[in-house]
């Protein structure tokens, strides 16, 4: 016998503002979060202490 999952179940659609955000194309999903990402860390918040690039005697 298999246990149940812990897991909940797959939603079949998307709610109608995961649709208006553009959620139902991953693709361009992560590509905008890559792209953001990649503008934090080449352009830091200078008010934040956990953004941009450190070196390794900073992450000690």
Known sequence: MTPPSTQPPDRAHLLPEERAAGSDDPQ???EAILADSEERTEHPDPEDTQS?????EETV
Do not use: L, V
């Open 28 to 30: 361009a999903q992560a």
């Open 52 to 56: 941009g690039r450190r070196t390794s």
